[in-house]
């Protein structure tokens, strides 16, 4: 369970030259990171951008000396970043040539419930499912993910997970690092746990339903305890908690402070200074932290509540590169003076045994709730236990409006898609949908932890006129 109190092991047992370590297995950190590659798409007459997936098998040695069996999309392990402009229009291409049924969902893109992936549609080993939609949403990282029926989890932690990212005049405009994979980082930050013959090591009882699959080992980008150069400058990184369960509170060693100039949807209004980044599955922080006073040395980022470095960072010999913040990143009109609105309750329930929502298991011949299009409604989603879960909503971009009657935190004032429920908390977002789900394809809201959501942590929904 998430603790409110400041865990500092790590961060006080080490020094960025790893001279006062005191963890018995430290990683040593000798493998690069590796960043996922651009997918490149066809360009159609029509102007619209073709990428082809090909979700397939793969083997990847993570651990020295072993063979993991992996799974991926075009490569053995995650799949390459598609990177693609507001309104451009897509034409995706998703190819099965896994054993099993799969599927792809775009997590936290704002497409009709009829081009997303979810558990009512499967891709037939040998298949290919081909959809067609137009980007229109503010800049971000989203991802992609499988959203198999109640194996979820089992695929993404064989390894089925890219980013998305989505570029519009704020993010092609601003002063801020842009070049990707230089000083502009991006992160998946997933933890696995292996079997002794080095295979990954899924799901193995209740316990494991009930609390989430995690593992001892860190993975960045597919890479065990990576590091990374980087110039004495301020770098952004874009972060992905791909994990099917951990949740993570990121920090520097020296606990120094960076900045988070967007969510999960959207930039935030302003830069918010902080110290450490509190990030559950299926969400993602983009910060950039100013490293130019460290020419010649290294840096851990690494993980408070778990009580880990994961990411050396070694600062380039060089001179230090100046660079001030934009003040203000963006304006956020969306869910502004909502006078009336419809109030939609969502209770998280876990018992032994037994996840659902409203009392409900997920019932794929069931509809739970029917949205008006395009109309601003309140949801208020209540975690009356002590377990937290990350509450994700298919479809939309959302605006945290309130946590159990207060502000929402500042580095929350952007758009959202997944939001975490702390033990007893009760949070309220307007939401709205700007495009249509129907009972074949219903849209879904659900626990982001993957055992959860697998288990019946679920709900369907549809949007219409
Ligand atoms: Cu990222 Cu319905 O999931
Ligand atoms: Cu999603
Ligand atoms: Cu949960």
Request: net charge positive; hydrophobic share 35%; proline share 5%.
């Amino acid at each position: 369970f998430v603790k409110l109190g400041l865990i500092t092991s790590w961060s006080t047992f080490l020094n960025a030259d790893n001279t006062k370590q005191k963890i018995s297995v430290f990683p040593s950190f000798s493998k690069p990171l590796a960043i996922p590659p651009i997918l490149k798409p066809k360009l159609l007459k029509d102007g619209t951008k073709e990428y082809n997936l090909n979700v397939q098998e793969g083997i990847v040695e993570f651990l020295n000396g072993s063979k993991t069996k992996t799974y991926g999309v075009n490569i053995d392990f995650l799949g390459p970043t598609i990177r693609v402009n507001k309104n451009d229009t897509l034409k995706m291409n998703v190819k099965n040539s896994l054993k099993e049924e799969t599927v792809i969902h775009w997590h936290g893109l704002k497409v009709p419930g009829k081009n997303d992936g979810g558990p009512n549609r499967s891709i037939h080993p040998n298949d290919t499912w081909t959809t067609q939609f137009q980007i229109n949403q503010r800049s971000s990282m989203c991802w992609y993910h499988p959203h198999t029926h109640e194996k979820t989890g089992e695929q993404v932690f064989k390894g089925i997970s890219g980013l998305f990212i989505i570029d519009d005049e704020d993010s092609l405009n601003l002063d801020i690092p842009k070049n990707y994979g230089i000083d502009d980082i991006p992160l998946v930050v997933q933890d696995r746990r292996f079997d002794t013959q080095g295979q990954f090591l899924y799901k193995q009882s209740m316990h494991d339903t009930m609390m989430g699959v995690t593992g001892n080992f860190s993975l960045i980008n597919g890479i065990v305890d990576p590091y990374v150069k980087v110039s004495a400058k301020t770098i952004r990184f874009r972060i992905l908690n791909g994990s099917n369960a951990r949740i993570y509170r990121f920090m520097f060693n020296d606990k120094r402070a960076f900045y988070q100039i967007a969510g999960d949807s959207s930039f935030l209004p302003k830069p918010v200074k902080m110290t450490t980044l509190l990030l559950s599955p299926g969400e993602r922080a983009e910060i950039l932290v100013d490293l130019s006073d460290l020419a010649g040395k290294g840096i851990l980022f690494g993980d408070e509540l778990g009580g880990k470095p994961l990411l050396k960072i070694f600062v380039k010999d060089e001179k230090a590169q100046k660079y001030e913040i934009p003040k203000k990143l963006t304006t956020i009109n969306e869910y502004k003076n909502i006078i009336e609105a419809n109030v939609r309750e969502f209770e998280l329930n876990i018992r032994p045994g037994w996840l659902a929502i409203n009392g409900k298991q997920m019932d794929m011949k069931r509809i739970d709730e029917i949205v008006p299009l395009g109309k601003t409604e309140i949801w208020r989603i209540k975690n009356p236990q002590r377990m937290p879960h990350p509450f994700h909503i298919h479809g939309c971009s959302f605006k945290i409006i309130s946590r159990n009657g207060n502000k929402p935190y500042l580095n929350e004032s952007g758009l959202k898609d997944t939001v975490l429920l702390l033990s007893n908390e009760t949070v309220n977002i307007a939401v709205k949908f700007e495009y249509e789900s129907t009972k074949k394809y219903p849209y879904m809201y659900h626990c982001h932890i993957l055992e959860h959501e697998d288990a019946g942590m679920m709900g369907q929904f549809i949007v219409k006129k």
